[in-house]
């Protein structure tokens, strides 16, 4: 029988049990509410607050390939390998036998020096220097930038002090393969030059951040990790062929140094679609090792300089008249070697000959500057001129790249007496590489420039495709007036004194050459050194690809007959590695005197 006395005591304590238990489940809850329902707004708030700790997650930065999908450019792992100074000190090991071995910090340090590359004093240095600056340091870099092979032998020394911090590299797997056009990026991971600039909204990749916190012995504390992922950057695709531009890269490394040359490059277009197949330079720069490159040849002359076109102009001259004015191409005049015209102007052409009567190929075949100043009377100044900016000629080009250049034509209205005819065999103009290949592009494609291209696609990380946005082509001239020139270039290819030097047997081959004066920068020419063009197309009946080469200042031979050789080389690769079939017919044999 229980009494009144015994049963107050224990109601008391079922009270107080229950009370506790109460609390202890409000506790609970709000324990799960903190740490599991509410965790990341409260570890926001703590990390906000300074609570926390983070470290960077880095995007990896996008590829850049070239049309097959080939790499050129892309992104490794590079490690900082940081020490914590207050821990190195002498350890315990277990050794190969299970014996507990002490291991001296300065074991330790000249085996991480054997690793690194330095010293065992430099490294026992950045640690009392970190000491000395903070006694309770938990921080020193022992170096930054290391290979995954470095990498993993620190990590195999099994050290409890040292731990790196990964993060991406650039990295170019063939060297200086398209290197002028590709560019580099700085220390930083800083777009500097080239395409990896131009493009960079492509390639960039964003970088996250992961926060958390830590305990006192600095272990990551379950549950508080919040995490803003990193985006990876897209991968651009080129349109150049990567092993052709190696093979040009020899061949104008070659062929600028057998010429005494300054530098020397090699184009390729494909003439149906205006895509750069291949831009090819000397020097060339090596990426990885930018410092090794002089400034000057740390981007690409392709599609920086601007030069004289000489007389490769004369091609765009009689494209103009054949179009415009009704000529053939065995319309003639009579060429002295010099002629003085009615407004004063004096033209002269770079041999002496007695009076000829040429017809308009025969011009081309000679390259008489005389003729073809002669049959410009036959079109108005500004008819010409207009043709010249319908060719592309002081507009640049659609290739995004930085610092392109344009080309310089005047206004017709502001030629004077001398420019007038200057003008007609490319003196008193600039172009560039990319304008005069545009301008021979729509000479073999039926009369339409194509706009050029360098970049084929964006592919973004999600997958989205995105491709360059172009300027429209522009018709020229006629499809009749095209097939036209095409058969006059054919001839010059055939007839003119370096034909048997530039024939690809099976070939149907379109060429014309120029060599212009280069500019002393006191308002005359220098004497006896000239920019050298040498620019064709194959087959000359049904043209694919577009090859120019040119030479800075050839000094073994000085007229654009220096870049004979190299041009041969490049239309027999282009042929190869595209399989364009040969000819199987002859072209047409036109008369080049009346």
Same mark, same amino acid.
């Given at each position: 029988?229980t ?5 107050s005591?224990?109601?008391r304590?079922?009270t ?15 324990l799960?509410d903190?740490q599991?329902?509410?965790?990341d ?13 983070s470290?960077?997650?880095?995007g990896?930065?996008g590829?850049i390939v070239?049309?097959?999908?080939q ?5 490794i ?5 940081q020490l914590s ?17 002490t ?7 000249a085996?991480?020096?054997s690793?690194?590359g330095?010293?065992?004093e430099e490294?026992?240095?950045i ?5 000395a600056a ?5 921080y020193?870099?022992?170096?930054k930038?290391i290979?995954?092979?470095m990498?993993r ?5 099994k ?6 911090t990964?993060?991406p590299?650039?990295t170019?797997?063939?060297?200086a393969v398209a290197?002028?056009?590709?560019g580099?990026m ?13 493009q960079d909204?492509?390639?960039?990749a964003?970088d996250g951040v992961q926060?958390f916190?830590?305990?006192k012995?600095?272990v990551?504390?379950?549950g508080t ?5 990193a985006?990876d ?10 092993d052709?531009?190696?093979?040009l ?16 490059t090699?184009?390729v277009?494909?003439?149906?679609t205006?895509?750069i ?12 090792n930018v410092?090794?490159?002089a400034?000057?040849?740390?981007y690409s ?5 601007t030069?004289e ?12 008249l054949?179009?415009g004015?009704?000529?053939t ?11 003085t ?5 004096r033209v002269?052409d770079g041999?002496?000959?007695a ?8 011009v ?6 005389v003729?073809i100043s ?19 000629i002081g507009?640049?080009s ?9 080309g310089?034509?005047y206004?017709a209205?502001e030629w004077?007496?001398?420019?007038a $005819?200057? !003008?007609?065999f490319g003196?008193? @103009?600039t172009?560039?590489? =990319?304008?005069? *290949?545009g &301008?021979?592009g729509?000479i073999?494609?039926d009369?339409k420039?194509?706009p ?10 999600d997958?989205?495709v ?13 499809p009749?007036?095209s097939k ?12 003119a ?7 690809v047997?099976?070939y149907?081959i379109?060429v014309?050459?120029?060599t ?5 920068g006191k308002?005359g020419?220098?004497?006896g050194l $000239?920019? !050298?063009t040498?620019i064709?197309? @194959?087959p000359?009946?049904? =043209?694919?690809? *577009?090859? &120019?080469?040119t030479?800075d200042?050839?000094?073994?031979v ?11 080389k490049?239309i027999?690769?282009v ?13 047409p ?6």
């Open positions: 029988m009494t009144r006395a015994t049963r005591p224990r109601r304590t079922v107080a049990l229950f009370i506790v238990l109460v609390v202890l489940v409000a506790f609970i809850v709000r799960v903190i599991v329902v509410n965790a707004e409260h570890v926001e708030d703590s990390i906000a607050l300074g609570l926390g700790n470290h960077t997650l880095y990896t930065r590829e070239d049309e097959s999908g790499e050129l450019a892309g992104s792992l590079l490690y900082d390998a100074p207050l821990n190195v000190k002498n350890f315990e090991r277990t050794d190969a036998s299970g014996t507990k071995v291991v001296p910090v300065a074991d330790t340090a085996k991480i020096a690793v690194t330095q010293t065992a490294v026992t240095a640690v009392e220097d970190a000491l903070n006694p309770d340091s938990q020193a870099s022992l170096k930038g290979s995954t092979e990498y032998q620190l990590v195999d020394l050290l409890p002090f040292i731990y790196f990964p993060h590299a650039r170019y797997p063939d060297g290197g002028n056009l590709v580099f700085g220390s930083d991971g800083e777009a500097l030059g080239g395409i990896e600039k131009t909204a492509c390639l960039a964003s926060k916190q830590q305990g012995d600095g990551v504390i379950p990790e919040v995490t803003d992922p985006v950057g897209g991968t651009l695709q080129l349109t150049i062929n990567k052709l531009n190696w093979y890269q020899q061949l104008a490394a070659e062929q600028g140094q057998d010429m005494g040359a300054q530098r020397a090699i184009t277009v494909e003439v149906k205006g895509k197949r291949a831009a090819a330079e000397w020097p060339a720069m090596d990426p990885n410092s090794a490159s400034p000057a040849d740390r002359h392709i599609f920086t300089d030069f076109p000489g007389s490769t102009f004369k091609s765009l001259t009689a494209a103009a054949v179009d004015a009704g000529q191409p065995t319309s003639t005049v009579m060429a002295p070697d010099q002629v015209f009615a407004n004063g102007a002269r041999h002496a000959h009076d000829l009567n040429y017809t308009l190929t025969g081309l075949i000679d390259s008489s500057n003729g002669t049959f410009s009377e036959r079109m108005s100044t500004q008819a010409r001129y207009d043709y010249l900016k319908n060719f592309g507009e640049g659609a290739v995004d790249y930085e610092g392109q250049a344009t310089t034509l206004p209205d004077g007496a001398q420019t $005819y200057n !003008t007609t003196q008193a @103009v172009t560039t590489v =990319p304008e005069l *290949l &301008a021979y729509a073999a494609n009369g420039r194509m050029l291209s360098l970049v084929e696609s964006c592919t973004k990380p997958g989205t995105v491709t360059p946005d172009l300027p429209d082509p522009v018709q020229v001239i006629s009749e007036s036209q020139m095409r058969e006059m270039l054919e001839n010059v290819a055939t007839q004194n370096y034909g048997q030097e530039i024939g047997p099976g149907r379109a014309k050459t120029g212009g004066e280069k500019s002393d308002g020419y220098k004497a $000239y920019f !050298t040498m064709g197309f @194959v000359a009946d049904d =043209p694919q690809y *577009l090859v &120019a080469v030479l200042e050839p000094t073994v000085r007229s654009s007959t220096a870049n004979a050789s190299a041009f041969q490049a027999t690769q042929v190869k590695t595209y399989r364009v079939m040969p000819a199987t017919s002859e072209g044999q036109l008369p080049a005197f009346g």
